[in-house]
Nanobody, 121 residues
Framework: QVQLVETGGGTVQAGGSLRLSCAASGTIFRLNAMGWYRQTPGKQRELVASISSSGNTNYAISVKGRFTISRDNAKNTVYLQMNNLKPEDTAVYYC???????????????WGQGTQVTVSS
C-alpha cells in the first residue's frame, strides 16, 4: 500500500500564509502526478493544484497567483504554499498521488486523510 500523510493545516487570518506538506510512504516503485484537492461541506471535491513527475504544474483559476505547488522527488513529498489566503479558501485539503507499487503494477490513485484549513476574516 501507499500512504499519504498531510501536515501543515490550521487557522490563519485572511491575507496570511500556510504551507501544506504531504509525504508518501510504503511500497512505491514510481510516483507520478501528485496534487491537492479541497472540499467543503455539501460540495464536491475540487482540484486546487497538480504537479507531474517532471514538474509541470496546473492550478485552479481561483488560486492562480496565490498558491504554489512543488515536489521533492527524493523525499516523495509534495508541498502547497498558500499565500494571501481568503475566507473562501477554507476547506479540508486532501493530498492525491498516482503511483505504481511495482514495475509491473497498474497505476493507482491514493488519497491522504485530509487536513483542515480555516481562514478567518
Amino acid at each position: 500500500q501507499v500512504q499519504l500523510v498531510e501536515t501543515g493545516g490550521g487557522t490563519v487570518q485572511a491575507g496570511g500564509s500556510l504551507r501544506l506538506s504531504c509525504a508518501a510512504s510504503g511500497t512505491i516503485f514510481r510516483l507520478n502526478a501528485m496534487g491537492w484537492y479541497r472540499q467543503t461541506p455539501g460540495k464536491q471535491r475540487e482540484l486546487v493544484a497538480s504537479i507531474s513527475s517532471s514538474g509541470n504544474t496546473n492550478y485552479a483559476i481561483s488560486v492562480k497567483g496565490r498558491f504554489t505547488i512543488s515536489r521533492d522527488n527524493a523525499k516523495n513529498t509534495v508541498y502547497l504554499q498558500m499565500n494571501n489566503l481568503k475566507p473562501e479558501d477554507t476547506a479540508v485539503y486532501y493530498c492525491n498521488a498516482d503511483a505504481n507499487q511495482r514495475y509491473y503494477s497498474t497505476t493507482r490513485t491514493y488519497w491522504g486523510q485530509g487536513t483542515q484549513v480555516t481562514v478567518s476574516s
